[in-house]
């Protein structure tokens, strides 16, 4: 699948964002769809994760458990990221990524296909 995300942007600490990841292909559903993020001079690391097939599944980063919600609108083949109560610590590049068949969720190499990213910037 073909992945576009969108969203990012400037918020203030406390603040909330909703990053879009939508997708091209038949199968949507049936992907398991992730967010990962990048900060300047840190690795690439899991934020959340919504499973294919799985009927609204969810998998979090301890880090955003409570404040991140995944969520999917499969009609539209699109999965959403909304973001509240921000943290300068969340300041990063946005990337959703799909795949099939995932064990480990949280490993990015698991995922075929990425999207480009979007940058969240959280000032304090």
């Known amino acids: 699948v073909q992945l576009q995300a969108s969203g990012g942007g400037l918020v203030q600490a406390g603040g909330s964002l909703r990053l879009s990841c939508a997708a091209s292909?038949?199968?949507?559903?049936?992907?398991?769809v992730g967010w990962f993020r990048q900060a300047p001079g840190k690795e690439r690391e899991f934020v959340a994760a919504?499973?294919?097939?799985?009927?609204?599944?969810?998998n979090y980063a301890d880090s955003v458990k409570g404040r991140f919600t995944i969520s999917r609108d499969n009609a539209k083949n699109t999965v959403y990221l909304q973001m509240n109560s921000l943290k300068p610590e969340d300041m990063a590049v946005y990337y959703c990524?799909?795949?099939?068949?995932?064990?480990?969720?949280?490993?990015?190499?698991?995922?075929?296909?990425w999207g480009q990213g979007t940058l969240v910037t959280v000032s304090s």
């Open positions: 990524a799909a795949g099939r068949y995932i064990k480990s969720k949280a490993d990015s190499y698991e995922y075929n296909d």
């Open positions: 292909g038949r199968a949507f559903p049936t992907y398991t």
């Open positions: 919504a499973i294919g097939g799985s009927g609204g599944s969810s």
